[in-house]
């Protein structure tokens, strides 16, 4: 074989595009390696030199392994371009993989009964054509989820058998339906489009899976980070708390004393007993968390009110306790700081039991209209990764015992209730 034919240019090269396009449609949001235009030129150069070569050659001595030769280098080729861990560049290729082979025979599926109406201008118009619609498909039904989440939730372990179970599968039936000369029958393609579907469903069941882990590992390890600050902020006030005891009594004396500035020692016991904890709820947690919080509202003219019976949260971890009442009371504070009437700046939190159900229930000022992300309101935060931190942390204690998390208005009131079910 001469080199005019190791570089000969067939119909089967017309993978390359093909699987190309569709790895860039997963792989792009992936951070960028250093001159990654000159990587992707360069790269890009030596991969078309050694996708048209090393397939002939390869060819002259085994067949049926042409189209994995150019998707094995397509891998090399996105890893050389992309900064980040290979086994996520390997679920985006396997991801591509499956889709370009979806399009294939979609595209084949409708070509074969008609085969003889179609000249070749044809039959290139109707690739594109499903090739387009399926890829579309494949980018907002697929490709759009990496994009919104960080990292790669599924196991690398996972990732590979993934890869080299889909490898197998997609190339093996190729080479068995060129062998036995059946890849012109269209019986075929149906079950292939299939297996291409469950093998796309199964891989981003897994990233869904994955992902549902992490979240709620996070979740949890929010809980417990957010029980230990409250502990700590306890241990300040119970030491505020002594202090200002001990200066009371210093005030009471310098009263007894007659000293003549009335007046100045009376602001400062009014001071004083400002910061004395005043909520005796029978949850020491959430006495804190309530005394913390009161003080916010109080630097920033918020009125708060509170009727709380704390017994009723016997049942609950107190990281617990801190997660569901600190990210209830912190997202409505937040909202009442940027109100500019400070006279209208409120909240009330109530919470009761009723027929078995722990209810808690947190209304604060709010004189926009409601408008709600699925069951949550849209994020008012810089970051958006952080987009309904806070309420996913309640909406997951709720469902820990049962319960709901719903969000209302009534009037000019925004409504946050949770449900819990008592153990």
């Not at 796309?200 to 957010?226: M, N």
């Not at 210093?250 to 007894?256: F, G, M, S």
């Not at 309530?290 to 003219?301: A, H, P, Y």
Request: net charge neutral; charged share 20%; hydrophobic share 45%.
């Amino acid at each position: 074989m001469d080199l005019s034919q190791l570089f000969h240019i067939g119909i089967n090269h017309g993978y390359i595009p093909q699987i190309l396009l569709a790895e860039c449609l997963f792989v792009w949001h992936l951070d960028k390696r250093n001159r990654f235009p000159a990587r992707m030129l360069g790269g890009g150069m030596l991969f078309l030199v050694l996708a048209i070569f090393l397939p002939n050659l390869i060819a002259t001595r085994l067949s049926g392994v042409f189209t994995m030769t150019i998707y094995l280098l397509s891998i090399a080729y996105m890893a050389f371009c992309f900064d980040a861990p290979f086994s996520e560049i390997l679920f985006c290729c396997v991801a591509a993989q499956l889709l370009q082979n979806l399009s294939y025979n979609l595209e084949n599926l409708l070509y074969l009964p008609f085969a003889h109406a179609f000249s070749p201008l044809a039959r290139l118009a109707l690739s594109l054509c499903v090739m387009g619609v399926t890829y579309l498909a494949g980018y907002r039904l697929l490709a759009l989820r990496l994009r919104e989440r960080e990292g790669n939730p599924v196991e690398t372990g996972a990732i590979f058998a993934l890869a080299i179970a889909s490898t197998l599968f997609v190339y093996l039936m190729q080479y068995l339906f060129q062998r036995y000369e059946i890849d012109q029958i269209w019986v075929t393609r149906p079950p292939m489009i299939l297996c291409c579907i469950f093998g796309l469903a199964f891989q981003f069941g897994l990233l869904a899976l994955g992902t549902e882990k992490a979240s709620k590992a996070l979740l949890e390890r929010t809980v417990e980070r957010e029980q230990r600050q409250y502990e700590i902020t306890q241990e300040s006030i119970d030491a505020i708390n002594r202090k200002a005891h001990d200066l009371k009594h210093q005030v009471h004396r310098l009263e007894r004393l007659a000293i003549d500035d009335q007046e100045e020692l009376r602001e400062i016991g009014e001071a004083i007993a400002h910061y004395e904890q005043s909520f005796h709820t029978r949850s020491p947690i959430l006495d804190g968390i309530l005394s913390e919080k009161q003080w916010v509202c109080d630097r920033n003219g918020i009125t708060m009110s509170v009727m709380v019976k704390g017994e009723a949260l016997s049942f609950m971890r107190p990281g617990q306790i801190a997660s569901l009442f600190g990210n209830a009371l912190d997202n409505a504070i937040e909202y009442e700081q940027r109100v500019p009437q400070q006279e209208k700046r409120c909240i009330a939190l109530r919470l009761f039991e009723n027929k078995g159900l722990v209810v808690m229930r947190v209304e604060n000022y709010f004189p926009e209209k409601l408008h709600l992300t699925g069951a949550l309101p849209p994020t008012t935060k810089a970051e958006r990764g952080e987009h309904g931190f806070g309420l996913r942390s309640i909406e997951y204690i709720a469902k820990q015992y049962h319960g709901s998390l719903q969000i209302t208005q009534e009037g000019e009131l925004f409504v946050l209730t949770v449900m819990l079910q008592k153990p």
